[in-house]
């Protein structure tokens, strides 16, 4: 199994920066990417970012194209989610996923909490 602990979330005014952590722990070997998602309330959720631990290619949601940057550090199994310029429809709960050699995201983290607000 794969365990992942997101943090950095916190309430921030429209225009600010905040930068999320997803720290991965356990059978890390069978993790070939990590993925940002997100889910606001009374909606579905949502993909973000993702990054390839191997590479470190990245695709990311047309929605934040621009604004939001995905790293990893990978001798710290570490994937941060650099938010820039945030608007109040960025807000939403923020999860971290694994995604295995199938394709397949299969170990999330807990989430948290990212609000926008002036």
């Known amino acids: 199994q794969v365990q992942l602990v997101e943090s950095g979330g916190g309430l921030v005014q429209p225009g600010d920066s905040l930068r999320l952590s997803c720290v991965a722990s356990?059978?890390?070997?069978?993790?070939?990417?990590v993925g940002w998602f997100r889910q606001a309330p009374g909606k579905e959720r949502e993909f973000v970012a993702d990054?390839?631990?191997?590479?470190?290619?990245?695709t990311y949601a047309d929605s934040v194209k621009g604004r939001f940057t995905i790293s990893r550090i990978f001798a710290k199994n570490t994937v941060y989610l650099q938010m820039n310029t945030l608007k109040p429809e960025d807000t939403a709960v923020y999860y971290c996923?694994?995604?295995?050699?199938?394709?397949?995201?299969?170990?999330w983290g807990q989430g948290t909490q990212v609000t926008v607000s002036s």
């Open positions: 996923a694994s995604k295995g050699r199938d394709g397949v995201y299969d170990y």
């Open positions: 356990g059978r890390t070997s069978s993790s070939y990417a």
């Open positions: 990054i390839w631990w191997a590479g470190g290619s990245t």
